[in-house]
């Protein structure tokens, strides 16, 4: 039984009277393909019996039928691994306890978070989700914030849910918990805590923000595993191994999870299963989403202008050319601005074989998907890391020269699928396509580029890059 009760700082639930969940429970916000492949399954592969896996989504979207299929099947399914060499691993994913459908104001979700016994929340919500801005502070402004700033309707952010998830806990003396962040957005632990306590300043809680100081802790991870949009024909697969899954998903067999050691309460002992646990996630971190995500990005973006349908059918000679040599002297550059110094070439070469698995069927459209946050947190900040030295980032202008074609196909309505980024109703696109000069429209857009569109060399560069590339 949930009980309801009115605070000055908002309304939080009681479980005093709620059953026991376990001895320890790890909930999950969420329902994506990307937490099912990678970090459900290193949960399963650690089969701690002391800890129960929760799933919930925050929004009441395509998702929920996911999770209904999945509470008719007890929380299991069936992941297939596919591997370079095209052989086909199907394993099956029993790890998750709870399943929770989404219902109005989250209730269920949030009596799991209160919870005493829930000592982890983790979330994927993509890198659009986060709403962050070029300084890395919480955009109060955008209008999902400014909706759960102002309790207007169900919870849209991430923000609104685990801030009512705190107010519970420290009105119910529930304990400290450990929030993480499972997306590929730079510090990840850090920026999600920032945009945390803006939102919680905003909402002027400031009991809350004293709690949160001392009770809250937010490890930086990396998460790596191309979990590519799911395809029926997987159907026919696993009904040739006689499998029965209305669930089923698929995955590349590399996978590979970094988390900062720091958590404030107990955690399972995933180091067991591969799970690498180190003091400093920055090198990981950086190096993933300067090569793989920045590439993967360049790579669907030139895949899009030239029709392609999956990501291993992009690697023309003329785009490695440019990953190469973005890897090589462009990030190489700039992470030994931050003193990290790795064999960019050689990661650079793993990722492009990984990317050429053709069994994987990674679409151009979903590596296309929210596409601004990515520019901007993927490739704007090697561009700015040369800059700020007076390197010419020849190869990171290129990419995001790249970027102005495939939104200048996507304003003409000529994409060969259908572009979705949370973030285009902020950029207004036919603005930038119906100016005297779009190219220069394009180089100062501050939502783009931030503070970049200050540097006056960085404009005149990347105006001169579009102009010299061949569409």
């Not at 509470?71 to 060499?85: F, M, V």
């Not at 890897?327 to 064999?343: K, R, T």
Request: hydrophobic share 35%; charged share 20%; proline share 3%.
């Amino acid at each position: 039984m949930i009980k309801k009760s009115s605070t000055k700082e908002g309304t939080i639930l009681s479980t005093h009277e709620s059953e026991t969940i376990s001895i320890n429970s790890w909930l999950h916000l969420g329902a994506s393909a990307f937490f099912r492949a990678h970090q459900a399954y290193y949960l399963n592969e650690l089969n701690a019996h002391n800890w129960k896996i929760h799933l919930a989504n925050l929004r009441n979207s395509a998702s929920q039928q996911t999770l209904q299929a999945l509470q008719a099947q007890q929380g299991d399914y069936t992941l297939e691994i596919i591997s370079p060499e095209g052989d086909f691993e199907y394993k099956k994913i029993t790890a998750l306890n709870d399943i929770i459908l989404w219902d109005v104001g989250l209730a269920s979700t949030i009596k799991v978070g209160v919870a005493k016994e829930t000592k982890i929340i983790s979330f994927t919500v993509t890198e659009g989700g986060y709403f962050l801005t070029d300084d890395g502070r919480l955009d109060l402004e955008h209008p999902c914030v400014v909706s759960d700033l102002n309790n207007e309707g169900e919870m849209q952010t991430l923000y609104g849910t685990i801030t009512q998830i705190l107010l519970g806990r420290m009105y119910n003396n529930s304990g400290a918990i450990s929030l993480l962040c499972c997306d590929n957005l730079r510090n990840n632990g850090e920026s999600f805590l920032q945009g945390l306590n803006d939102f919680i300043d905003a909402k002027n809680f400031p009991e809350l923000k004293q709690w949160v100081k001392h009770h809250v802790c937010a490890p930086n991870s990396m998460v790596d595993r191309i979990t590519p949009k799911f395809e029926e024909s997987i159907f026919k697969r696993i009904a040739q191994k006689n499998i029965k899954d209305d669930v089923p998903l698929s995955c590349e067999k590399f996978t590979r999870w970094v988390i900062q050691d720091s958590f404030i309460t107990e955690r399972p002992l995933l180091e067991q299963v591969g799970v690498e646990f180190v003091d400093d996630v920055a090198p990981y971190e950086e190096a993933k989403i300067r090569l793989l995500n920045a590439s993967h990005s360049g790579l669907a973006w030139a895949g899009a202008l030239n029709n392609k349908t999956y990501i291993n059918e992009t690697l023309s000679t003329h785009i490695v050319s440019i990953i190469k040599n973005y890897a090589q002297n462009d990030v190489g550059f700039a992470l030994q601005q931050h003193g990290i110094n790795i064999d960019t070439v050689s990661e650079c070469n793993t990722i492009l074989n990984r990317f050429k698995n053709p069994y994987v069927k990674d679409t151009v459209a979903r590596i296309s998907s929210d596409s601004i946050a990515k520019l901007s947190g993927f490739i704007v900040p090697t561009l700015k890391d040369c800059f700020e030295q007076n390197k010419m980032p020849t190869s990171s202008l290129k990419l995001a020269g790249l970027y102005f074609f495939f939104l200048k196909k996507y304003n003409q309505n000529q994409l060969p699928f259908e572009y979705e980024d949370c973030a285009l109703s902020q950029l207004n696109v036919k603005e930038i396509f119906s100016a005297s000069n779009p190219i220069h429209a394009f180089a100062t857009s501050k939502i783009l580029f931030g503070s970049l569109c200050d540097c006056q060399k960085f404009c005149d560069s990347l105006e001169q890059t579009i102009k010299d590339l061949k569409e």
